[in-house]
């Protein structure tokens, strides 16, 4: 037989626990038995007579009446909490916390006393100070503006809300559907133009409209978005297709590129898979020549542009961190940061510590420096893979962020221009863009450009009882579509009205980086080219751009570019906030 075990289970203990009880009970009863009687049965001797007579505690004989505490009716205060009458009591402000607690609720009247009461710790002063020690004040103060401010970042939804019903909501006429057509292909004003219908309508189809290529309707070219899982397109595979779609599309940029040179057209873009491109001509933001604006961008990119000689800017990144150019000239040679990227340039070599040397030793092999030092070839090795990875490291710190955004100006511009059209890279292989060049997006014509409309969706909101109508505009909404529709919207609507905007991402850090080009180039305005600035408003006449907004994008004034989220316009001032 196994032994038992030590363990005891919990019936057996609640067992012991009940026989433990009752030897209790059993012995309290052995010590005082209960008092019997012959005239009373054996079986009701250890019965205890209870006292039914309930006299003595209706006469009080037990005591006083037990008091209700909470009763507002004691003209007494309770003997455990006995509280001086006579003290002074500070009725002018809320009572003491203690006089809340242990006072009675109606007390004698005293004539006031002069008492200071900001040196009393009551409740409510205490709050007071306290509150007055952390409350913070709203700073935020509504700033309104004669001016709308230019967003060079892409839109793809805008919003529009007023209390009042819009002047166009409702179906087009034919007749308003030609006008803004031709207006808008003419690059007309048809404000001011007699023979083109002038309704709400015929204008606001007139700045719903821009110029796209390529166009396939089956594919929705913009927004790209690079991580979208899809099956790959049927032209992957079907190689005259692909090369009659880069064939078309090399005309259609060059096209656009002619057009910008020449200042027929004010902007275009280029929105490949995995960054985009915005084109400026000359004499925008007070810049004197023709630029670009590349984002996001990846250190394989930028090292690209450096093998075809396209020199750039990052104008968003810190001085340390800023690669001002390619040229020995401009790069700071104490900067750590810098010789990496010589170490990357130039390949896997360490920088040569004694290049300022006066001795002739900078053109001596860094390898061989090292290896006079007493290190061998394999702690050289490691040295440098370690520096390179360090370089790419942090190269690749700022990539797909708005710090990695790349300028280019001039006649680097043009360098670019060769570059993308010769770029295999930009089309991509796989996925469902297989095949497929990037998008084009100008607001004027150009060859291969069809011409395409927002979609327009008309709702109505309920917001705290209250009814709104809004519009929904969705779609590539470029910075002039902005201020044209503004413009109607100042013309025909008589109430004020709301615009929120979505923006696409990868685009926000055009406005960031154009705000500091036109910093910069305010800066330079005692500089012999700055008086050709004065004709870029001339010179850009026939871009396609109203009078009005053509001096206010040719200015070089830096706060007139700022980014857009929502826009509030106020009737009672013609103002802008945002």
């Keep these: 037989m196994e032994p038992p075990s030590p363990w005891k289970r919990p019936n057996e203990v609640m067992q012991l626990h009940k026989l433990k009880k009752r030897k209790k009970a059993l012995q309290e009863r052995m010590r005082h038995p209960a008092p019997s ?56 402000s809320d009572k003491t916390l203690f006089a809340l607690l242990k006072l009675p609720a109606k007390l004698p009247q005293k004539p006031p006393q002069e008492l200071d009461t900001e040196k009393l710790s009551t409740f ?48 087009l006429k034919a007749s308003e559907e030609a006008s803004g057509i031709t207006g808008f292909v003419r690059c007309l004003d048809t404000t001011s133009s007699s023979s083109l219908d002038t309704s709400p309508r015929a204008l606001f189809h007139q700045t719903c409209l821009y110029w ?88 394989g990119f930028r090292q690209t542009l450096r093998q075809e000689d396209v020199e750039f800017t990052m104008p968003l990144r810190s001085d340390v961190k800023k690669r001002l150019n390619n040229s020995d000239e401009e790069k700071p040679k104490n900067s750590s940061f810098d010789s990496c990227y010589d170490t990357m340039d130039e390949g896997s070599k360490p920088p040569d510590p004694q290049e300022k040397g006066d001795d002739g030793s900078g053109d001596e092999d860094p390898d061989q420096f090292l290896s006079q030092l007493g290190l061998e070839t394999e702690v050289i090795k490691k040295i440098n893979i370690n520096q390179t990875r360090v370089a790419h490291t942090v190269e690749s710190s700022v990539d797909s962020a708005a710090e990695s955004l790349v300028f280019v100006r001039g006649a680097d511009a043009q360098a670019l221009f060769n570059f993308l059209l010769n770029c295999k890279s930009v089309v991509s292989p796989t996925g469902p863009f297989a095949g497929v060049p990037p998008t084009l997006l100008s607001p004027v014509a150009f060859h291969g450009g069809t011409l395409q409309s927002l979609k327009v969706r008309e709702n109505t909101v309920h917001s705290d009882s209250k009814k709104y109508y809004s ?94 989220d929502s826009v509030k316009y106020n009737t009672e001032d013609s103002t802008y906030s945002w």
């Design 37 to 92: 009687t012959s005239e009373e049965p054996p079986v009701a001797t250890s019965q205890k007579t209870v006292d039914l007579d309930f006299s003595r505690i209706l006469n009080g004989e037990y005591g006083d009446k037990r008091k209700n505490p909470f009763s507002k009716n004691n003209s007494q205060p309770n003997k455990k909490t006995k509280v001086d009458l006579e003290s002074p009591i500070d009725e002018s």
């Design 124 to 171: 409510s002063n205490l709050l007071q100070k306290f509150t007055a020690e952390h409350s913070v004040e709203p700073q935020f103060i509504e700033k309104k503006y004669k001016y709308l401010p230019i967003d060079w970042a892409l839109k793809t939804k805008l919003r529009l809300m007023s209390p009042k019903p819009f002047a166009w909501t409702s179906k």
């Design 212 to 299: 796209q290529h390529p166009h396939l309707p089956w594919l929705d070219l913009y927004p790209r978005s690079s991580g979208k899982v899809a099956a790959t397109s049927f032209m992957a595979a079907n190689e005259e297709v692909k090369q009659a779609l880069h064939r078309e599309w090399t005309e259609s940029f060059r096209s656009l590129f002619q057009l910008l040179r020449a200042l027929h057209c004010p902007y275009f873009y280029v929105c490949a898979n995995t960054f985009t491109v915005l084109f400026r001509a000359a004499g925008l933001c007070g810049v004197p020549e023709p630029c670009a604006l590349i984002a996001p961008t990846s250190r």
């Design 471 to 564: 519009i929904e505009l969705r779609g590539p909404i470029l910075p002039t579509t902005v201020h044209t529709l503004f413009r109607v919207l100042r013309a025909s609507s008589p109430a004020p009205f709301s615009a929120t905007f979505a923006q696409h991402q990868s685009t926000l850090a055009f406005s960031w980086a154009a705000r500091h080009i036109a910093e910069d180039e305010s800066s330079k305005e005692n500089e012999p080219n700055a008086f050709s600035k004065a004709f870029n408003k001339e010179n850009l006449s026939d871009c396609g751009i109203s009078e009005e907004m053509l001096q206010h994008f040719c200015s070089p004034d830096p706060q007139l570019v700022q980014p857009l």
